[in-house]
């Protein structure tokens, strides 16, 4: 059977809306970033954590997906499938970043009107392959992997698990996958407790400590959620996508925890939300049925816009930051009307770029990538 012959299982489509509901406080979070005094106190504080979550779903539904196929599906069919899902937003965002890179000048990034033409392609042509840029390549002034979507960094780390799991750790039985899966963990509860931030932030810059953090946050929830698929048995739970809704908002809108003289304990309840309450949070989403063709609605709304959101909003939101850092000072109250219409072209730009461009061009691919 062809690759691209395999059946579709049906989505859970209440996980579907917890990535959405995810997506949308990473919006909020990022918007709320530019006017916090510092990383303690952002009002929407722990929505970074919206990426872990994201790997976990990743691992669970890539299980859910595949597991049970690889007597039908090749090592290239698996990665041109998740080529074809991933790459053409990527593409997109990248592209727009180029876009609008000159437009962003402003005191925060004074030196972007000198950034030369051809090294802005070239960086973009990089972006798309998501291939890391150097330092010497960085033409914003962030220090990033990829300065044109400032998001790209994430999905850098998602092909790497799913070449992993593709490549050998999908022949893990469950007891060794267990094992990888604690002593992952073990990692990760490490170095949220003793980074000196205080949280588990970081991976998006090409060096040594950046590369390690981002390895760190990938591999223990990717590698939870394929375990979680494998060993959970759903069970019928009422109003999942009710509650599993306000426990992920509590948690990413958390405050920050012990402040500047007790770090360590931002970190543990980092590591607390990853290492155990992502993983519950995606059993009971796993678990939950459907009470009304509303809710089914929304969660496939939510659903469809959700990588589209992610992918595309930190387009808008380098207009935002520069405008905020242009009027230095500005308070949280004055800032909202132009926090409010980032945030709706964000949404409007997302639905737009599902709608008529990466659904088209997922189902050319689909047609091409055999």
Request: hydrophobic share 50%; with cysteine.
């Amino acid at each position: 059977m062809n690759n691209n012959e395999l059946s579709t299982k049906p989505h859970y489509q209440l996980l579907d809306g917890l990535r959405g509901v995810a997506a949308i406080i990473v919006v909020l979070f990022h918007l709320t970033e530019p006017l916090a005094s510092s990383h303690l106190d952002n009002i929407i504080n722990h929505g970074y954590l919206a990426v872990d979550f994201f790997y976990l779903l990743s691992g669970f539904v890539i299980g859910y997906a595949y597991d049970d196929r690889w007597d039908k599906l090749t090592i290239g069919g698996f990665l041109r499938r998740r080529f074809e899902r991933l790459q053409p937003l990527v593409v997109l965002g990248m592209t727009l970043g180029a876009i609008g890179f000159y437009f962003t000048d402003s005191a925060i990034w004074p030196l972007i009107h000198t950034v030369p033409l051809w090294k802005l392609i070239v960086v973009m042509l990089i972006g798309y392959t998501l291939i890391p840029i150097p330092l010497s390549m960085d033409i914003r002034g962030w220090q990033e992997m990829h300065p044109l979507n400032s998001v790209g960094w994430s999905l850098f780390f998602e092909y790497v698990a799913n070449i992993l799991y593709a490549l050998g750790l999908r022949k893990l039985p469950n007891k060794a996958l267990a094992c990888f899966v604690v002593l992952a963990g073990a990692v990760l509860l490490h170095f949220s407790v003793t980074n000196p931030n205080g949280d588990v932030t970081g991976g998006w810059t090409l060096n040594a400590d950046h590369m390690r953090i981002g390895i760190t946050r990938t591999l223990f929830p990717f590698f939870a959620g394929l375990l979680l698929v494998r060993v959970s048995r759903p069970a019928y739970i009422k109003h999942a996508f009710l509650w599993c809704s306000l426990l992920v908002t509590v948690v990413l809108l958390m405050p920050r925890i012990g402040g500047a003289a007790h770090l360590w304990m931002n970190g543990l309840y980092e590591a607390f939300c990853i290492i155990l309450v992502f993983p519950l949070l995606v059993y009971i989403g796993a678990s939950g049925v459907m009470h009304t063709q509303r809710e089914a609605k929304i969660c496939q709304f939510l659903g469809r816009l959700s990588y589209p959101l992610y992918m595309t909003h930190y387009v808008l939101v380098y207009f935002y930051v520069a405008w905020v850092s242009n009027h230095k000072g500005v308070t949280i109250w004055q800032a909202l009307p132009y926090a409010l219409l980032t945030f709706s072209g964000a949404i409007m730009l997302a639905y737009a770029s599902l709608t008529l461009y990466d659904e088209p061009v997922r189902a050319w691919l689909r047609t091409r990538l055999k």
